[in-house]
């Protein structure tokens, strides 16, 4: 039997995220020891691999599988334009990269706790952007496709209203860092893509900058 690792990989990386978050969902002590906690990675255990075993636990159902389904839609678009090593570095380091703002912004707060996916999900939808700009995408619930450079800026931006008035129990810092992650990998794995699509890339990277800004006046 021949196995397709570009086609299988999505639906490994799926089948064991959807395994651990059954499990935490029913195991207080299993999801409790792996979750996101700042306490216990800047604590003295400093339990650093929570920033990626955190990806692999859901709060509820249609968390994990909102998570899941965008990530199965938009994985073959990265894995059969940058490779499929490249797309395990840009969903991985999405996840780190998300966990890392969290856990600088909310760096005083020990008891802060976040999980999912969405950082690394993300960072897979940004990095779809940053190749097919042009792409039609669906926003909410708004049943009209927009082109996904516009849907990545007002993504974005929602993003950062979410970060400044902590708008609901969503993790939008994660979020954040996982579209800034995408974003650079992307142009660093096919760097023909920054010339490509400048004018878009730009314009994405406009709330980001906002970002910046907001985060160091408030340091």
């Given at each position: 039997?021949?196995?397709?690792?570009?086609?299988?990989?999505?639906?490994?990386?799926?089948?064991?995220?959807?395994?651990?978050?059954?499990?935490?969902?029913?195991?207080?002590?299993?999801?409790?020891?792996?979750?996101?906690?700042?306490?216990?990675i800047l604590g003295k255990s400093k339990q650093w691999d929570r920033l990626v075993t955190s990806a692999t636990l859901h709060g509820d159902t249609m968390h994990l599988l909102f998570n899941m389904l965008t990530?199965?839609?938009?994985?073959?678009?990265?894995?059969?334009?940058?490779?499929?090593?490249?797309?395990?570095?840009?969903?991985?380091?999405?996840?780190?990269?998300?966990?890392?703002?969290?856990?600088?912004?909310?760096?005083?707060?020990?008891?802060?706790?976040?999980?999912?996916?969405?950082?690394?999900?993300?960072?897979?939808?940004?990095?779809?952007?940053?190749?097919?700009?042009?792409?039609?995408?669906?926003?909410?619930?708004?049943?009209?496709?927009?082109?996904?450079?516009?849907?990545?800026?007002?993504?974005?931006?929602?993003?950062?209203?979410?970060?400044?008035?902590?708008?609901?129990?969503?993790?939008?810092?994660?979020?954040?860092?996982?579209?800034?992650?995408?974003?650079?990998?992307?142009?660093?794995?096919?760097?023909?893509?920054?010339?490509?699509?400048?004018?878009?890339?730009?314009?994405?990277?406009?709330?980001?900058?906002?970002?910046?800004?907001?985060?160091?006046?408030?340091?």
């Amino acid at each position: 039997m021949n196995f397709d690792l570009p086609q299988i990989l999505p639906l490994l990386i799926i089948a064991l995220t959807v395994i651990t978050s059954i499990k935490g969902f029913s195991d207080i002590a299993f999801f409790d020891r792996y979750k996101f906690n700042v306490g216990a990675i800047l604590g003295k255990s400093k339990q650093w691999d929570r920033l990626v075993t955190s990806a692999t636990l859901h709060g509820d159902t249609m968390h994990l599988l909102f998570n899941m389904l965008t990530l199965y839609f938009f994985s073959d678009i990265i894995i059969y334009t940058l490779g499929i090593w490249q797309y395990l570095a840009i969903y991985f380091l999405a996840i780190i990269g998300g966990g890392l703002l969290s856990l600088w912004i909310h760096r005083k707060e020990y008891y802060y706790s976040a999980i999912g996916a969405s950082g690394g999900v993300v960072g897979i939808l940004f990095a779809a952007i940053a190749i097919y700009p042009s792409m039609s995408l669906y926003m909410f619930f708004i049943p009209i496709p927009i082109p996904g450079w516009i849907f990545g800026i007002a993504y974005l931006g929602f993003s950062i209203y979410g970060m400044l008035k902590n708008v609901g129990n969503i993790g939008h810092d994660a979020h954040m860092g996982g579209a800034v992650a995408g974003l650079i990998m992307a142009v660093a794995f096919a760097p023909e893509l920054f010339f490509k699509n400048l004018i878009y890339i730009g314009l994405i990277t406009i709330p980001l900058i906002v970002m910046v800004y907001l985060i160091w006046k408030k340091k």
